[in-house]
């Protein structure tokens, strides 16, 4: 079955750095298939799109609240993907999900098709 484990999330303050981590398996094809999504919902709100990666040529997406302050990246011997997260400002307060599907550069939470359990960042002001 697949799996989405999500960790890393936590209590920080502005200005400070956490790097959350996806450790992934179960994927029915090969993970070059797949691409690997981080997104977000805070309290009352949608859930919003972060940064995705392709598994097989590392192509990165991100959403504009997030460019220049959180980076992307796979370690494929560990099947696992990470969300670096720099500058962190209140609005950052979420659960952070991973999730995986087979759309490129897709940004839409309907073409993800696995999801992990999600993970809480707090950023305190």
């Known amino acids: 079955q697949v799996q989405l484990v999500e960790s890393g999330g936590g209590l920080v303050q502005v200005g400070e750095s956490l790097r959350l981590s996806c450790a992934v398996s179960g994927l029915r094809f090969s993970f070059e298939s797949y691409v690997l999504g981080w997104f977000r919902q805070a309290p009352e709100k949608d859930r919003e799109f972060v940064a995705a990666?392709?598994?097989?040529?590392?192509?990165?997406a991100f959403a504009d609240s997030v460019k220049n302050r959180f980076t992307i990246s796979r370690e494929k011997t560990r099947y696992t993907v990470y969300l670096q997260m720099n500058s962190l400002l209140p609005e950052d307060t979420a659960v952070y999900y991973c999730a995986a599907g087979t759309r490129r550069s897709s940004k839409l939470v309907n073409d993800y098709n696995y999801w992990g359990q999600g993970t809480q960042v707090t950023v305190s002001s």
């Open positions: 990666i392709s598994w097989s040529g590392g192509s990165r």
